[in-house]
């Protein structure tokens, strides 16, 4: 799926239609009731922790967005497409706390192939705490949640929803390394995509659980149509946010090393297809096997048909990159491919490079 970043971009259109069916007992639900969460006390404990992102050069603004405390040194999570534009020499950065507190902020370390930046606060505040940071690979369809940030520069907002769907591919062009040039470069995310509005200046923002516990950053919304006349904008419920898993292991890396690295698994790859029982399924094909990669030690081989990383279905080359980068680098990650009409399982530790 491709989608457009907060800040704007591409757009894909499309109608739906729903229709019930007749003729059946309305199907009962199971009697395990999910509690709905106190939003109210939830927004209190976390709003502390969220701030609003301005950026610009030259003295004009570039960007706003917003952003998350996650420790008790300044650092603040965000997404690259936000800051990015500041990474130039007359760039700066302008962070507004919920007390309307403003102070100035630096960047430490970007990483345009996951849209994660962490920025750091020249001052402080005393009296604000971090974001509690859960497990968000324990989040499952359905479970409620909240977005918060800076939509279309509405400080301090906030819009709750669920998760509408887990694991679920999603590529943009961001801002490269070089934030001077034009060249942009390609994101891929193994997105949690939820129903919570998700505007404009959320970039950045954080997704929260019900227990008010950070477990994604909100980076991307889809849209029926370019902003313009006679066109709809805005959110339409399919926001996504990238898993806070991977958005702490990417900033992680930049807090220590300015720089970060991603899961590797050694192949090129291309979209492929499968006919199985008289059905077709897409599948990510290998088209080569890099030497002495984790993929060359598991026994991949060009026209490897991949259809499966950890249990989770693939179905194109993009999602095959999206699972891979979501994955530990710390335990062996199974794969299933088909060879010659037959399914079989490869395994396999992947390195960070």
């Known amino acids: 799926m491709i989608a457009a970043l907060l800040g704007g971009g591409a757009a894909f259109g499309g109608s739906y239609a729903v229709s019930a069916l007749g003729g059946e007992e309305p199907r009962k639900v ?40 996650y420790d008790d040194q300044g650092h603040i999570i965000t997404n690259n497409h936000v800051v990015a534009p500041a990474d130039t020499p007359s760039g700066e950065i302008s962070v507004t706390m919920k007390s309307g507190e403003t102070t100035k902020a630096e960047i430490v370390g970007r990483d345009p192939s996951t849209d994660i930046a962490v920025i750091k606060l020249d001052q402080v505040p005393d009296d604000v ?25 509405l400080a301090d907002s906030v819009t709750t929803g669920i998760v509408s769907a887990l694991d679920r591919p999603v590529s943009t062009e961001n801002i490269g390394q070089d934030a001077s040039s034009q060249e942009k470069e390609m994101t891929i995310t193994n ?18 659980d019900g227990d008010g516990n950070f477990i994604g950053v909100n980076s991307a919304a889809a849209s029926l149509s370019q902003a313009g006349e006679g066109g709809q904008s805005g959110s339409i419920g ?50 080569s096997v890099q030497s002495g990669s984790p993929a060359d030690k598991a026994g991949f081989k060009d026209g490897d048909d991949i259809v499966s990383v950890a249990g989770t279905k693939v179905n194109n080359a993009i999602a095959l990159r999206a699972l891979v980068r979501a994955q530990s680098t710390s335990a062996p990650v199974d794969f299933t491919v088909v060879r010659g009409g037959q399914e079989q399982t490869l395994k396999t530790t992947l390195v960070l490079k």
Do not use: C, Y
Request: glycine share 14%; hydrophobic share 40%.
């Open 30 to 69: 199971a009697e395990q009731t999910i509690e709905t969460p106190d939003w109210t006390e939830v927004a209190k404990q976390t709003s502390q922790s969220v701030v609003s992102i301005q950026v610009g050069t030259d003295g004009q603004v570039q960007a706003l967005g917003s952003g998350s405390l």
């Open 238 to 287: 399919i926001g996504f946010a990238i898993p806070a898993s991977q958005a702490v292991m990417i900033a992680d890396q930049l807090i220590a090393n300015g720089k970060a690295l991603h899961p590797f698994l050694g192949i090129t790859l291309t979209d492929g297809q499968i006919n199985s029982g008289g059905t077709t399924r897409g599948s990510a094909k290998v088209q």
């Open 191 to 208: 997105a949690i995509q939820t129903d919570a509005a998700i505007n404009p200046g959320n970039s950045g923002g954080p997704l929260v």
């Open 129 to 153: 705490e971090p974001l509690p940071v859960g497990d968000s690979k324990k989040m499952k369809v359905g479970d409620p949640v909240m977005a918060l940030g800076n939509p279309l520069g």
